[in-house]
């Protein structure tokens, strides 16, 4: 299967999970074209300042894989920098956040995979 980028739907949320500011959300598959065992799959663009607040993933797991940018992820409770190359788990009843403190946007890939 192949899907071109003007097939793929684009959201913006406001204030996502309590953070700051605007979360492009890119919607590469959706749950039903990943057959119901991934939840999100998304590119995901943090302006400068901008947050996703924090959350708990319970039954499910969510990777992000840094693709452009910097930004400090809340680790349950563990503040971390990441950039390029830099990936994140969290699952398993944990928590996380991610804040674009830099000065261009936060590029990353989302993944969220249900047990």
């Known amino acids: ?3 071109r980028a003007s097939e793929m739907t684009v ?9 700051n500011g605007d979360v492009k959300m890119q919607s590469i598959f959706d749950a039903d074209e990943m057959m119901g065992k991934c ?6 663009t943090l302006e400068p300042g901008c947050s996703i ?3 708990v993933h319970d039954q499910e ?14 680790d349950n409770g ?6 390029p ?9 944990e928590s996380h956040s991610i804040t674009n403190n830099g000065d ?8 969220i995979i249900l047990f």
């Open 53 to 55: 607040g924090s959350h």
């Open 61 to 74: 797991e969510e990777v992000y894989y840094i693709l452009s940018g910097t930004g400090t992820v809340d």
């Open 39 to 44: 939840r999100l799959f998304s590119q995901i």
């Open 11 to 19: 959201e913006i949320r406001e204030k996502m999970r309590g953070g």
């Open 104 to 111: 261009v946007p936060l590029v990353f890939m989302a993944v």
């Open 85 to 93: 190359g830099d990936a994140v788990k969290t699952g398993g009843g």
């Open 1 to 3: 299967m192949v899907k």
């Open 78 to 83: 563990v503040l971390k920098n990441v950039g």
